[in-house]
């Protein structure tokens, strides 16, 4: 129930009033909350002045006025009202907020997440080596990611220690899984995942010890860990391929061989591409597609032509084993969708590989969109935002001219021919 009486409520909610309540809110807000200070009020309306002459026990004679909030506070106590400026502000609206309280008390939270990492390290024996307080001055200034909250963020940057200590203390034990690791500090064997901000406080922390560089890629990040002996998952990913055959004579140079001879694919791992000798005869063309649905058609009709398939946005392995085999003099031929995601990781595959185009021309396009339309096939809509391909600048109006998106499928018949040898 109101403190205030029901006509002087009304009155004092009056539009006369309106402005007037809304900068003091706003000012008390920012003060702390004190009836301190004056504020100015202008392009007063005649109902403005004739309402404020009676709330100010003044004339209000002017298209400005300068209200004093002690005052102001004064004058409520001493009417109908019967409440300080604070109160009747807050019968006339919600709660009042102190946000100077506010920026302090998340000011102080602030300060102990890092005065807690200080004690936090000052009480391992990582204490007083050069790199902690390297580590300690970059998270400091680069501070805790959006959304983080305080509370969280002490206990990451306790967990973060942890993990540390565990792998750069006196008593840092042999190699360990990077899961394991994550189960022991985190209680979940995906809390040193790669993007999450703990894998990266923790990677910052190996690097500055190790005096490298932080790295960029996925690649740099697994070997960072090997520095500390973590091994990381390198068997959940996989590359999927046919027809390789490298030289080199180990166990898993002929397997691939053998998987070729009898036209089948191929899954590769990352510990599978870091153990092969990925040797190809010089000038050996990969094809590269990026539906798995292209090598399978492949292997059916035993093509000869090694492939290698992106499975949509190319994982790292993926690139990884790209890389590789580009090490190696390897020439490359890229086939991908015809849709806008298509034509952005052609742009990608084709500049990083200096990637031949394979049947990825406008030409083709139209053909394609022409043939598909009179088999009956139905048609997809191209959706989203046009993106240009840098082999061909015809394509992507082409593209957007017909409005159709072709997915690999529809093209799977020439590319099983150019792979077969067949033309």
Same mark, same amino acid.
């Given at each position: 129930?109101?403190?205030?009486?029901?006509?002087?409520?009304?009155?004092?909610?009056?539009?006369?009033?309106?402005?007037?309540?809304?900068?003091?809110?706003?000012?008390?807000?920012?003060?702390?909350?004190?009836?301190?200070?004056?504020?100015? *009020?202008?392009?007063? #309306? &005649?109902?403005?002045?004739? +309402?404020?002459?009676? $709330?100010?026990?003044?004339?209000?004679? !002017?298209? @400005?006025?300068?209200?004093?909030?002690?005052?102001?506070?004064?004058?409520?106590?001493?009417?109908?009202?019967?409440?300080?400026?604070?109160?009747?502000?807050?019968?006339?609206?919600?709660?009042?907020?102190?946000?100077?309280?506010?920026?302090?008390?998340?000011?102080?939270?602030?300060?102990?997440?890092?005065?807690?990492?200080?004690?936090?390290?000052?009480?391992?024996?990582?204490?007083?080596?050069?790199?902690?307080?390297?580590?300690?001055?970059?998270?400091?200034?680069?501070?805790?990611?959006?959304?983080?909250?305080?509370?969280?963020?002490?206990?990451?940057?306790?967990?973060?220690?942890?993990?540390?200590?565990?792998?750069?203390?006196?008593?840092?034990?042999?190699?360990?899984?990077?899961?394991?690791?994550?189960? *022991?500090?985190?209680? #979940? &064997?995906?809390?040193?995942? +790669?993007?999450?901000? $703990?894998?990266?406080?923790?990677?910052? !922390?190996? @690097?500055?010890?190790?005096?490298?560089?932080?790295?960029?890629?996925?690649?740099?990040?697994?070997?960072?860990?090997?520095?500390?002996?973590?091994?990381?998952?390198?068997?959940?990913?996989?590359?999927?391929?046919?027809?390789?055959?490298?030289?080199?004579?180990?166990?898993?140079?002929?397997?691939?061989?053998?998987?070729?001879?009898?036209?089948?694919?191929?899954?590769?791992?990352?510990?599978?591409?870091?153990?092969?000798?990925?040797?190809?005869?010089?000038?050996?063309?990969?094809?590269?597609?990026?539906?798995?649905?292209?090598?399978?058609?492949?292997?059916?009709?035993?093509?000869?032509?090694?492939?290698?398939?992106?499975?949509?946005?190319?994982?790292?392995?993926?690139?990884?084993?790209?890389?590789?085999?580009?090490?190696?003099?390897?020439?490359?031929?890229?086939?991908? +969708?015809?849709?806008?995601?298509?034509?952005?990781?052609?742009?990608?595959?084709?500049?990083?590989?200096?990637?031949?185009?394979?049947?990825?021309?406008?030409?083709?396009?139209?053909?394609?969109?022409?043939?598909?339309?009179?088999?009956?096939?139905?048609?997809?809509?191209?959706?989203?935002?046009?993106?240009?391909?840098?082999?061909?600048?015809?394509?992507?109006?082409?593209?957007?001219?017909?409005?159709?998106?072709?997915?690999?499928?529809?093209?799977?018949?020439?590319?099983?021919?150019?792979?077969?040898?067949?033309?």
């Amino acid at each position: 129930m109101s403190k205030l009486p029901v006509a002087t409520r009304d009155w004092l909610a009056g539009p006369g009033l309106t402005r007037l309540w809304e900068a003091v809110r706003k000012r008390l807000e920012s003060n702390g909350v004190q009836a301190t200070g004056s504020l100015r *009020l202008t392009s007063l #309306s &005649a109902q403005e002045r004739n +309402d404020l002459s009676l $709330l100010l026990g003044k004339p209000v004679t !002017g298209t @400005a006025v300068i209200v004093r909030l002690d005052a102001l506070d004064t004058r409520l106590r001493a009417s109908a009202a019967g409440l300080g400026l604070r109160d009747a502000l807050e019968e006339l609206g919600s709660p009042l907020t102190d946000r100077r309280a506010v920026r302090a008390g998340l000011a102080a939270r602030r300060e102990h997440v890092w005065s807690s990492l200080a004690s936090e390290l000052d009480a391992t024996p990582l204490a007083g080596q050069e790199w902690t307080g390297q580590w300690y001055d970059l998270l400091r200034r680069t501070g805790v990611p959006r959304g983080v909250t305080p509370e969280t963020a002490v206990r990451t940057l306790q967990q973060a220690v942890q993990v540390l200590t565990v792998l750069l203390g006196p008593e840092r034990g042999g190699a360990r899984g990077r899961g394991e690791l994550a189960a *022991l500090a985190t209680g #979940s &064997a995906h809390g040193l995942d +790669d993007g999450t901000w $703990l894998a990266r406080l923790v990677q910052r !922390g190996i @690097a500055l010890a190790h005096g490298t560089e932080f790295p960029g890629d996925a690649a740099g990040r697994r070997a960072l860990w090997r520095l500390v002996s973590v091994t990381p998952d390198e068997v959940s990913s996989t590359v999927l391929t046919y027809g390789l055959r490298p030289v080199g004579g180990g166990w898993r140079e002929q397997a691939l061989r053998q998987r070729a001879d009898h036209h089948a694919e191929a899954h590769l791992t990352s510990r599978d591409l870091h153990n092969l000798q990925l040797q190809l005869p010089a000038g050996t063309v990969i094809h590269i597609c990026e539906n798995p649905r292209v090598v399978e058609a492949a292997a059916d009709a035993a093509c000869v032509h090694a492939l290698v398939c992106t499975s949509g946005s190319a994982a790292t392995v993926v690139l990884t084993l790209l890389d590789a085999l580009a090490a190696t003099s390897c020439r490359f031929a890229y086939h991908g +969708d015809f849709d806008w995601p298509g034509i952005a990781l052609a742009n990608r595959i084709i500049r990083r590989y200096e990637a031949r185009p394979w049947r990825m021309s406008a030409e083709d396009y139209e053909h394609l969109a022409a043939r598909s339309q009179a088999e009956g096939i139905p048609q997809l809509p191209l959706d989203g935002q046009p993106v240009s391909a840098t082999w061909d600048p015809d394509l992507a109006p082409a593209m957007t001219a017909l409005g159709v998106a072709l997915h690999e499928e529809v093209t799977l018949d020439l590319l099983v021919d150019d792979l077969s040898g067949r033309k």
